[in-house]
């Protein structure tokens, strides 16, 4: 009897040891092949009603380029444009940059940003080209590293006036 219940414990344990140890090495292979790597993460860009995100992309020096589509019925007018990592306090405008969502050209890459005060059509598009910024200043990251934040636009609709909406939140990587 003594012997059946030293058979049982060698079998038990052998059986454990033996799945404990196939465990170990799935995630020693997981680890090092770098499967779960954040810099593997899928992207994205979530437009508000209206709006949709074509492309974007992030460079290391906050520079977001993002071709925005509009199809809000009619013509609109961009009049700026913000990129931030978190909305104020109030959440209808950025927390850090460009803070009331103006055309001033120090938020913007070059002096002649595309599309602001140029019509742009309902069912069409605009790449704008903005930088980004966080608590620190502009949202400079390394390569895969992510950014998380939220783009604003300040338009005008004709015969409407002129209104600032976030219209886009994003999970970009910097490439």
């Not at 499967?35 to 593997?40: C, D, E, Q, T, V």
């Not at 589509?69 to 909305?87: E, F, V």
């Not at 009331?100 to 069912?123: D, H, L, Q």
């Not at 783009?151 to 209104?163: A, E, Q, R, S």
């Amino acid at each position: 009897m003594q012997l059946l219940r030293a058979q049982a414990a060698v079998d038990f344990m052998m059986s454990y040891g033996l799945a404990l140890i196939i465990i170990f090495i799935a995630v020693a292979v997981i680890y090092k092949v770098s499967i779960l790597s954040p810099a593997l993460a899928v992207s994205s860009c979530t437009a508000s009603p209206g709006f949709a995100c074509e492309a974007y992309v992030l460079n290391t020096n906050g520079i977001l380029t993002l071709q925005l589509s509009q199809a809000t019925g009619g013509t609109i007018s961009i009049n700026g444009a913000a990129c931030s990592s978190l909305p104020s306090t109030n959440g209808n405008l950025p927390a850090y940059g460009n803070l009331y969502v103006t055309n001033t050209v120090t938020y913007y890459v070059g002096t002649n940003t595309p599309g602001f005060g140029i019509p742009v059509y309902s069912g069409s598009s605009n790449t704008l080209n903005i930088y980004c910024y966080s608590s620190t200043g502009v949202a400079t990251g390394s390569l895969g590293n992510g950014f998380t934040g939220f783009v604003w636009l300040n338009y005008t609709v004709p015969n409407f006036g002129n209104t600032i909406q976030e219209v886009a939140s994003i999970d970009v990587r910097y490439t």
